[in-house]
Antibody, heavy 120, light 107 residues
Framework: EVQLVESGGGLVQPGGSLRVSCAAS????????MNWVRQVPGKRLEWIAF????????YYADSVKGRFTISRDNAKNSLYLQMNSLRADDAGVYYC?????????????WGQGVLVAVSS | EIVMTQSPATLSVSPGERATLSCRAS??????LAWYQQKPGQAPRLLMY???TRATGIPARFSGSGSGTEFTLTISSLQSEDFAVYYC?????????FGQGTKVEIK
Protein backbone atom coordinates (compact mmCIF):
# COMPACT_ATOMS: atom_id res chain seq x y z
CA GLU A 1 0.00 0.00 0.00
CA VAL A 2 1.24 3.46 -0.89
CA GLN A 3 1.40 5.42 2.33
CA LEU A 4 3.20 7.87 4.58
CA VAL A 5 3.19 7.34 8.34
CA GLU A 6 4.38 10.03 10.73
CA SER A 7 5.65 9.47 14.24
CA GLY A 8 7.47 11.25 17.03
CA GLY A 9 4.99 13.89 18.05
CA GLY A 10 4.30 14.85 21.62
CA LEU A 11 4.38 17.53 24.27
CA VAL A 12 7.43 19.76 24.54
CA GLN A 13 8.16 22.86 26.59
CA PRO A 14 8.64 26.24 24.93
CA GLY A 15 12.22 26.50 23.77
CA GLY A 16 12.54 22.75 23.54
CA SER A 17 13.26 20.43 20.64
CA LEU A 18 11.48 17.57 18.94
CA ARG A 19 12.11 15.42 15.89
CA VAL A 20 9.23 13.99 13.90
CA SER A 21 9.63 11.28 11.32
CA CYS A 22 7.73 10.08 8.28
CA ALA A 23 8.06 6.54 6.95
CA ALA A 24 7.25 5.99 3.31
CA SER A 25 6.14 2.70 1.79
CA UNK A 26 4.64 1.36 -1.41
CA UNK A 27 6.55 3.67 -3.75
CA UNK A 28 10.12 4.60 -4.65
CA UNK A 29 10.74 7.26 -2.03
CA UNK A 30 13.96 8.54 -3.61
CA UNK A 31 12.05 9.54 -6.76
CA UNK A 32 9.98 12.17 -4.96
CA UNK A 33 10.53 15.58 -3.48
CA MET A 34 8.98 15.81 -0.04
CA ASN A 35 7.51 18.46 2.19
CA TRP A 36 6.20 19.17 5.66
CA VAL A 37 2.89 21.00 6.01
CA ARG A 38 1.38 21.93 9.34
CA GLN A 39 -2.09 22.74 10.54
CA VAL A 40 -2.53 24.87 13.61
CA PRO A 41 -5.98 24.36 15.19
CA GLY A 42 -8.51 26.72 13.67
CA LYS A 43 -6.07 28.00 11.05
CA ARG A 44 -5.25 27.21 7.49
CA LEU A 45 -2.74 24.67 6.29
CA GLU A 46 0.78 26.08 6.18
CA TRP A 47 3.62 24.75 4.05
CA ILE A 48 6.81 24.85 6.12
CA ALA A 49 9.61 22.87 4.47
CA PHE A 50 10.72 21.25 1.20
CA UNK A 51 13.51 18.83 0.42
CA UNK A 52 14.77 17.69 -2.96
CA UNK A 53 14.96 14.04 -4.01
CA UNK A 54 18.60 13.70 -3.06
CA UNK A 55 18.32 15.91 0.01
CA UNK A 56 20.77 18.54 -1.15
CA UNK A 57 18.25 21.35 -1.59
CA UNK A 58 15.99 22.62 1.18
CA TYR A 59 13.56 25.49 1.46
CA TYR A 60 11.75 26.77 4.53
CA ALA A 61 8.88 29.06 5.38
CA ASP A 62 9.99 32.27 7.08
CA SER A 63 8.08 31.22 10.20
CA VAL A 64 10.43 28.28 10.83
CA LYS A 65 13.66 29.28 9.06
CA GLY A 66 16.67 28.91 11.31
CA ARG A 67 14.78 26.76 13.82
CA PHE A 68 13.58 23.74 11.83
CA THR A 69 15.62 21.37 9.66
CA ILE A 70 14.19 18.98 7.09
CA SER A 71 16.21 15.91 6.12
CA ARG A 72 15.75 12.50 4.55
CA ASP A 73 17.34 9.07 4.44
CA ASN A 74 16.51 7.44 1.13
CA ALA A 75 18.03 4.14 2.23
CA LYS A 76 15.50 4.03 5.07
CA ASN A 77 12.63 5.56 3.07
CA SER A 78 12.29 8.18 5.75
CA LEU A 79 11.74 11.91 6.06
CA TYR A 80 12.51 13.93 9.16
CA LEU A 81 11.79 17.32 10.67
CA GLN A 82 14.04 18.51 13.48
CA MET A 83 12.32 21.29 15.38
CA ASN A 84 14.33 23.47 17.74
CA SER A 85 13.44 26.55 19.81
CA LEU A 86 9.81 25.56 19.71
CA ARG A 87 7.20 28.20 20.45
CA ALA A 88 3.55 28.03 21.42
CA ASP A 89 2.51 29.00 17.91
CA ASP A 90 4.32 25.94 16.50
CA ALA A 91 1.72 23.66 18.09
CA GLY A 92 -0.43 21.75 15.66
CA VAL A 93 -0.62 18.73 13.42
CA TYR A 94 2.38 18.14 11.19
CA TYR A 95 1.91 16.30 7.92
CA CYS A 96 4.51 14.92 5.58
CA UNK A 97 3.42 15.33 2.01
CA UNK A 98 4.70 13.88 -1.24
CA UNK A 99 5.13 16.35 -4.04
CA UNK A 100 3.67 15.64 -7.45
CA UNK A 101 6.52 14.83 -9.85
CA UNK A 102 7.49 17.51 -12.32
CA UNK A 103 8.42 20.36 -10.01
CA UNK A 104 4.80 21.19 -9.26
CA UNK A 105 4.48 22.29 -5.66
CA UNK A 106 1.32 20.48 -4.75
CA UNK A 107 0.90 17.25 -2.85
CA UNK A 108 -0.59 14.00 -4.05
CA UNK A 109 -0.02 11.89 -0.95
CA TRP A 110 -0.21 12.90 2.72
CA GLY A 111 0.49 11.13 5.96
CA GLN A 112 -2.11 10.95 8.70
CA GLY A 113 -0.35 13.66 10.69
CA VAL A 114 1.42 13.86 14.02
CA LEU A 115 0.41 16.15 16.87
CA VAL A 116 2.94 18.54 18.36
CA ALA A 117 1.98 20.37 21.54
CA VAL A 118 4.11 23.16 22.99
CA SER A 119 3.34 24.09 26.57
CA SER A 120 4.97 24.52 29.92
CA GLU B 1 3.49 36.31 -1.09
CA ILE B 2 0.14 35.31 -2.58
CA VAL B 3 -2.78 35.20 -0.15
CA MET B 4 -5.65 32.84 -0.93
CA THR B 5 -9.16 33.66 0.29
CA GLN B 6 -12.00 31.15 0.16
CA SER B 7 -15.72 31.79 0.34
CA PRO B 8 -18.04 31.07 1.89
CA ALA B 9 -16.57 29.90 5.18
CA THR B 10 -19.43 27.43 5.55
CA LEU B 11 -21.79 26.11 2.88
CA SER B 12 -24.96 24.29 3.92
CA VAL B 13 -26.17 21.96 1.19
CA SER B 14 -28.66 19.11 0.99
CA PRO B 15 -27.54 15.74 -0.38
CA GLY B 16 -28.02 15.63 -4.13
CA GLU B 17 -27.71 19.39 -4.52
CA ARG B 18 -24.92 21.31 -6.23
CA ALA B 19 -22.18 23.01 -4.25
CA THR B 20 -20.04 25.83 -5.58
CA LEU B 21 -16.92 26.87 -3.66
CA SER B 22 -14.83 29.93 -4.48
CA CYS B 23 -11.16 30.71 -4.09
CA ARG B 24 -9.62 34.10 -4.80
CA ALA B 25 -5.93 34.98 -5.08
CA SER B 26 -4.37 38.29 -4.05
CA UNK B 27 -2.24 38.28 -7.21
CA UNK B 28 -3.05 37.02 -10.64
CA UNK B 29 -1.49 33.82 -11.93
CA UNK B 30 -2.30 31.16 -14.46
CA UNK B 31 -3.90 27.90 -13.44
CA UNK B 32 -1.44 26.49 -10.91
CA LEU B 33 -4.12 25.83 -8.35
CA ALA B 34 -4.97 22.68 -6.41
CA TRP B 35 -7.99 21.69 -4.33
CA TYR B 36 -7.97 19.33 -1.35
CA GLN B 37 -10.67 17.66 0.70
CA GLN B 38 -10.19 17.07 4.43
CA LYS B 39 -12.50 15.08 6.68
CA PRO B 40 -12.30 15.28 10.49
CA GLY B 41 -9.25 13.51 11.85
CA GLN B 42 -7.92 12.75 8.38
CA ALA B 43 -5.17 14.12 6.19
CA PRO B 44 -6.01 16.32 3.22
CA ARG B 45 -6.71 14.46 -0.01
CA LEU B 46 -5.80 15.90 -3.40
CA LEU B 47 -8.90 16.48 -5.55
CA MET B 48 -7.82 18.75 -8.36
CA TYR B 49 -4.71 20.34 -9.81
CA UNK B 50 -4.02 22.65 -12.71
CA UNK B 51 -7.31 24.25 -11.61
CA UNK B 52 -9.38 21.72 -13.55
CA THR B 53 -7.62 18.33 -13.70
CA ARG B 54 -9.06 15.69 -11.40
CA ALA B 55 -6.56 13.69 -9.38
CA THR B 56 -6.48 9.93 -9.68
CA GLY B 57 -9.65 8.29 -8.43
CA ILE B 58 -11.65 11.49 -7.98
CA PRO B 59 -15.25 11.15 -9.18
CA ALA B 60 -16.50 13.13 -12.13
CA ARG B 61 -19.01 15.03 -9.96
CA PHE B 62 -16.03 17.17 -8.87
CA SER B 63 -14.99 19.84 -11.34
CA GLY B 64 -12.74 22.85 -11.19
CA SER B 65 -12.46 26.02 -13.19
CA GLY B 66 -10.89 29.44 -13.26
CA SER B 67 -7.62 31.22 -13.87
CA GLY B 68 -6.01 34.49 -12.91
CA THR B 69 -7.42 35.34 -9.51
CA GLU B 70 -10.79 33.57 -9.41
CA PHE B 71 -11.21 29.82 -9.09
CA THR B 72 -14.19 27.57 -8.46
CA LEU B 73 -14.69 24.02 -7.26
CA THR B 74 -18.09 22.56 -8.10
CA ILE B 75 -19.59 19.38 -6.72
CA SER B 76 -22.47 18.60 -9.03
CA SER B 77 -24.55 16.35 -6.75
CA LEU B 78 -23.40 16.10 -3.17
CA GLN B 79 -23.01 12.65 -1.73
CA SER B 80 -22.83 11.88 1.99
CA GLU B 81 -19.08 11.30 1.76
CA ASP B 82 -18.52 14.79 0.31
CA PHE B 83 -19.33 16.66 3.51
CA ALA B 84 -15.90 17.91 4.55
CA VAL B 85 -13.62 20.95 4.51
CA TYR B 86 -12.16 21.99 1.18
CA TYR B 87 -8.93 23.94 0.72
CA CYS B 88 -7.48 25.61 -2.33
CA UNK B 89 -3.71 26.01 -2.76
CA UNK B 90 -1.69 28.05 -5.22
CA UNK B 91 1.60 26.68 -6.44
CA UNK B 92 2.40 29.28 -9.05
CA UNK B 93 4.65 31.37 -6.86
CA UNK B 94 6.88 30.48 -3.92
CA UNK B 95 5.88 29.87 -1.16
CA UNK B 96 2.94 27.58 -1.79
CA UNK B 97 -0.11 28.97 0.01
CA PHE B 98 -3.45 27.57 1.11
CA GLY B 99 -6.82 29.18 1.57
CA GLN B 100 -8.51 29.11 4.95
CA GLY B 101 -11.00 26.46 3.88
CA THR B 102 -14.71 26.09 3.16
CA LYS B 103 -16.71 23.68 5.29
CA VAL B 104 -19.47 21.90 3.37
CA GLU B 105 -22.08 20.77 5.85
CA ILE B 106 -25.38 18.97 5.63
CA LYS B 107 -28.38 21.28 5.40
Amino acid sequence: EVQLVESGGGLVQPGGSLRVSCAASGFTFSNYEMNWVRQVPGKRLEWIAFISKSGDINYYADSVKGRFTISRDNAKNSLYLQMNSLRADDAGVYYCARQMPGSYDFYDLWGQGVLVAVSS
Amino acid sequence: EIVMTQSPATLSVSPGERATLSCRASQTFGSNLAWYQQKPGQAPRLLMYGASTRATGIPARFSGSGSGTEFTLTISSLQSEDFAVYYCQQYNKWPPAFGQGTKVEIK
